[in-house]
């Protein structure tokens, strides 16, 4: 009775203000959380991330900024790439124009990680040669001369000052993922060395406490960060599953048992992830704990307990409710106060822990959307902005001016054919002009975008072009030499197929599948109801409605029947021209 009455009172404790309760609420501040940080730090002039908002601080460092660059993966990923997909080129534009190749090999792993995360959501291979390439530079680094008695590890700089758990740990986890994807056994075998040394040397074999790093002279250091034990989490994880030796796995829990036991602090919610406070955590301090969830996230995800369970909602609902400010700023002390101010590194902390706890709590529940918001698509020298009028989406771009400046939105066509493009914007200086081109072919010279007069009137502009089956991209680019002119703000861009779209099973043209389809199409065939998307009726997909359309249905619904012929479950044009299709609103 006493077990009983105390989990009542847990339950109730825990339901308490400040629980997200269900997926869509954790989705939403997930959102909510990215969106505000690509506003806050997304800065037009530098072409990069600033490091402080708000003010006016410069460019983020090399490694912060792949925290942010993993933050924002983190929301692709988690929205199954139906979000914020565009801005991965974006990004790695703006390192592309800084350079790759820095003067700290744990800085280097740290964007590895994400070029490889980066590789593996688009599938484009210019991501991992990015990352191989870094890979190649880190491994270059282990050296057998240096430090203390037993000489190894993988220095952490190039002036060779001190080897350190991040230049140590994060290219374990790296060649681990690079082996996984190329098959290349001489990186799980470097893995592997860099791990063992690692172990062997720089552990605590009663706590699992790692050293932060050693130093030329042989002393070790062992400050009490997050990161570090979270890293020997996620290189542990990595190589169990590589290689499925439990002893790797047994590794991993004795890291997270320390960081769950000495890393960590209580709050209204249970125990949170903790480096200190605002005060006590200062420089790269404040990006620590986004790397820890990370890992402990990733062991819980291969090996669940409890402990990490109860750490990682803890810390994400104390994220949202005690360290967020009514701005949407993030504290470095995940228990809060909220701060006036916020650091790049500090908030991408904050915005991964609550992408990752999204993505795990279940699939995004956005559905198909229609809309190409400018927002998220591959910008080029143009800012982020959410100011001004009615937009749709988290913005819209602006301060657009200038040759070289685009937005690239890719968009997949079921089918090629004639698709109709609509730009929503807005010309609060009047007219302004772009130049539209198609899977890099121009289609249109000088596209004129008619003034709105107003930044906060929003107009749209049409015109046709000719898409492939398939990925597509459209980009709108100022160009002088073709014409442009004049300020312009993007919101969106819909793309239409001249060919009807529609959702197959959905005869009652209503967006959905259910009971009430299967009875229209029945009503139909039996009692003359005229349909308005025959083509959406005829849910077997074979180019006439009978009875069986309505048996398909039911099987769906009620026998978890395999699912029906495309387009299904999303949107889209049929594959090849079938019954007719007049109006269906439900995919506009
Ligand atoms: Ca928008
Ligand atoms: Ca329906
Ligand atoms: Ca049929």
């Known amino acids: 009775m006493k077990t009983a009455a105390l989990s009542i009172a847990v339950t109730i404790l825990l339901s308490g203000p400040g629980v997200a309760q269900d997926v869509e609420e954790f989705h939403r501040r997930a959102d909510e959380a990215l969106q505000g940080f690509l506003l806050d730090f997304w800065r037009q002039d530098l072409g990069y991330l600033e490091h402080e908002h708000p003010g006016a601080s410069g460019p983020t460092g090399y490694w ?68 191989v390439t870094l890979y190649a530079d880190i491994e270059s680094a282990w050296n057998e001369t240096c430090c203390g008695s037993r000489p190894g590890g993988i220095w952490w700089d190039k002036a060779h000052t001190q080897k350190a758990t991040a230049s140590n740990a994060a290219p374990v986890i790296l060649a681990a993922r690079l082996h996984e994807r190329t098959g290349n056994a001489s990186q799980l075998e470097f893995a592997r060395k860099v791990y063992d040394h690692w172990m062997e040397d720089m552990v605590n074999p009663s706590t699992f406490q790692v050293t932060d790093h050693i130093e030329p002279d042989g002393t070790k250091v062992f400050w009490r960060f997050s990161y570090n034990e979270g890293l020997m989490v996620g290189a542990s994880v990595e190589l169990y599953l590589a290689t499925g030796e439990e002893a790797y796995l047994q590794n991993a829990h004795r890291f997270a048992s320390f960081i769950a036991g000495s890393e960590t602090k209580s709050s209204r919610f249970g125990s949170v992830l903790h480096d200190g406070t605002a005060s006590q955590c200062g420089g ?208 969106h861009l819909r793309v239409r197929s001249r060919r009807p779209i529609f959702l197959r099973g959905d005869a009652n043209a209503d967006g959905g599948m259910d009971l009430s389809d299967a009875i229209t199409v029945l009503l139909h065939l039996f009692g003359g109801r005229p349909l308005e998307c025959i083509a959406a009726a005829d849910a077997d997909g074979g180019g006439s409605l009978a009875i069986t359309d309505a048996v398909v249905i039911l099987d769906r619904i009620f026998r978890d029947a395999p699912a029906l012929p495309p387009p299904y479950p999303e949107c889209g044009a049929a594959p090849s021209p079938g019954p007719g299709c007049e109006a269906y609103a439900p995919c506009w």
């Not at 534009?93 to 593996?120: C, F, K, N, P, T």
């Open 64 to 131: 912060t900024f792949a925290q942010g660059f993993d933050a924002l993966l983190d929301g692709v990923e988690r929205t199954d790439g139906k979000r914020y997909a565009g801005l991965i080129e974006t990004f790695h534009a703006a390192q592309d124009a800084r350079g790759w190749i820095v003067s700290h090999y744990d800085d280097e792993a740290w964007m590895a990680l994400a070029l490889i995360r980066a590789h593996d959501l688009t599938g484009e291979a210019k991501y991992l040669d990015r990352a």
């Open 284 to 491: 790269d301090c404040h990006a620590f704990k986004g790397p820890a969830y990370r890992y402990l996230l990733l062991l819980q995800e291969t090996s669940p307990r409890s402990t990490y369970a109860g750490l990682l909602s803890a810390s994400t609902n104390a994220i949202w409710s005690l360290a967020r400010s009514e701005d949407g700023l993030f504290g470095v002390d995940w228990t809060g106060p909220p701060p006036a101010s916020s650091t790049e590194p500090q908030a991408a902390a904050a915005v991964m822990a609550l992408n990752l706890n999204a993505r795990f709590r279940g699939p995004f529940p956005g559905g198909f959307d229609p809309l190409l918001e400018a927002e998220e698509a591959a910008i080029r020298g143009v800012g982020l902005e959410a100011t001004h009028g009615a937009f749709t989406g988290w913005g819209y771009v602006a301060g657009w001016n200038e040759s070289g400046q685009s937005v690239t939105f890719a968009f997949v066509a079921d089918a090629a054919g004639t698709h109709d493009l609509t730009f929503r914007h807005a010309g609060g200086a009047g007219g302004a002009s772009r130049r539209i081109s198609v899977n890099g072919s121009v289609v249109a010279a000088n596209l004129a975008f008619p003034g709105t007069g107003s930044w906060e009137s929003y107009a749209e502009v049409s015109l046709a072009a000719d898409l492939r089956a398939g990925r597509n991209t459209i980009e709108v680019a100022f160009s002088a030499a073709a014409g442009s002119a004049n300020w312009l703000n993007l919101d």
